[in-house]
């Protein structure tokens, strides 16, 4: 094949039935060619060489094989398809239902218990971050709230508290949990974490805020952006989740522009440009237009804003250009 031994830095395509016959092969090859095949394999698709069909079809080879960095080559593509590529919830949850089976196996192998190696434990990380937030997997996410009951002593019925914890995966099993219990959790969170100088247990739980996507639990933890006990570095996340997730990215852009001056004053003067990355994950003409009006006469005055601003629009083109040659497959498989 192409870079023997992964030895060169640089990709290569192939036809599609040239990228079926290497993929055929892809468990025989050195890890370091299994790595540069996933990469090459990935950047085809993001140039639109490859269907939607094939890709699909090569991330299940590339999830088999031994090699990490190529297992989860995909799952960025993967992860937009069904959080980007999506224009509702039914959308999404099809999407899910179709793509959830890529990394099962790989997961089942590995499991939820804890793994004293690192490598293995950050190739466990990634699939059960995809499976249980991204894929919304029910048998993932039915292991990660026993987690999440017994790390916060918060009990709900039908939920038995885990007996051992992966602390590795707590960060994960909170986010899941705020989103399953939403504002009752998120208030016990909340109590918790004022409670606490714990780093790793505060970056812990104002990371499982991400989770919150009922309205009411959004709400929430979008007050909490201005609410002086919790950090300066602890609320950019917060306000970066609220734009990520469609169902509660309008909200959050009503929040933000009643409350703009108080967002700014929580961040260095030099970084305060970076606010304009929260549309990072948009994808259509409308929501780029909302992004550039509001920012645009404002962004010079904002720290690094300009070129923050210039790339989060350059993305949203690049996600619709995207879209665009692959809708009809797309379309295809929301019918299936």
């Known amino acids: 094949m192409a870079n023997a031994q992964g030895a060169g830095y640089y990709r290569w395509n192939h036809n599609g039935e040239e990228w079926t016959k290497v993929l055929a092969v892809a468990s025989d090859l050195s890890p370091?060619?299994?790595?540069?095949?996933?990469?090459?394999?990935?950047?085809?698709?993001?140039?639109?060489?490859?269907?939607?069909?094939d890709f699909l079809d090569?991330?299940?080879?590339?999830?088999?094989?031994?090699?990490?960095?190529?297992?989860?080559?995909?799952?960025?593509?993967?992860?937009?398809?069904?959080?980007v590529w999506t224009t509702n919830e039914e959308q999404r949850a099809t999407a899910q239902a179709l793509l959830r089976s890529i990394?099962?196996?790989?997961?089942?192998?590995?499991?939820?218990?804890?793994?004293?190696?690192?490598?293995?434990?950050?190739?466990?990380?990634?699939?059960?971050?995809?499976?249980?937030?991204?894929?919304?997997?029910?048998?993932?996410?039915?292991?990660?709230?026993?987690?999440?009951?017994?790390?916060?002593?918060?009990?709900?019925?039908?939920?038995?508290?885990?007996?051992?914890?992966?602390?590795?995966?707590?960060?994960?099993?909170?986010?899941?949990?705020?989103n399953e219990w939403k504002l009752p959790f998120v208030?016990?969170?909340?109590?918790?974490?004022?409670?606490?100088?714990?780093?790793?247990?505060?970056?812990?739980?104002?990371?499982?805020?991400?989770?919150?996507?009922?309205?009411?639990?959004?709400?929430?933890?979008?007050?909490?952006?201005l609410d002086s006990k919790l950090r300066n570095n602890e609320v950019f996340?917060?306000?970066?989740?609220?734009?990520?997730?469609?169902?509660?990215?309008?909200?959050?852009?009503?929040?933000?522009?009643?409350?703009?001056?108080?967002?700014?004053?929580r961040i260095p003067e030099w970084a305060q440009g970076r606010i304009a990355a929260i549309g990072t994950d948009f994808c259509s003409v409308e929501e780029r237009a909302q992004l550039n009006d509001y920012f645009g006469p404002r962004i010079n005055n904002m720290g690094g804003g300009p070129l923050t601003l210039a790339n989060t629009l350059e993305r949203i083109d690049l996600c619709l250009a995207q879209r665009q040659h692959y809708q009809a497959d797309f379309d295809r498989l929301m019918s299936q």
Do not use: C
């Open 58 to 83: 090569g991330a299940h080879i590339l999830a088999q094989l031994p090699t990490r960095q190529a297992v989860i080559r995909a799952m960025p593509i993967l992860t937009d398809i069904v959080e």
């Open 103 to 178: 990394y099962a196996k790989p997961l089942a192998a590995i499991g939820l218990k804890t793994v004293s190696d690192f490598d293995q434990a950050s190739h466990q990380e990634s699939l059960v971050y995809f499976q249980a937030v991204v894929m919304a997997d029910p048998v993932t996410r039915a292991q990660l709230l026993s987690q999440a009951s017994a790390y916060m002593e918060y009990n709900v019925e039908g939920v038995k508290p885990a007996s051992e914890l992966n602390l590795a995966l707590m960060d994960i099993a909170l986010e899941v949990a705020v």
């Open 32 to 53: 370091g060619e299994q790595i540069k095949l996933a990469d090459s394999f990935v950047a085809a698709f993001v140039a639109g060489g490859i269907g939607l069909t």
């Open 237 to 265: 996340g917060i306000i970066f989740s609220q734009f990520k997730e469609p169902t509660t990215r309008q909200a959050a852009w009503k929040w933000l522009q009643a409350n703009l001056e108080g967002v700014l004053k």
């Open 187 to 225: 208030e016990h969170l909340y109590t918790r974490l004022v409670e606490s100088q714990d780093p790793v247990f505060r970056s812990r739980v104002t990371g499982a805020f991400s989770g919150a996507f009922d309205p009411k639990a959004a709400k929430r933890v979008r007050a909490m952006v």
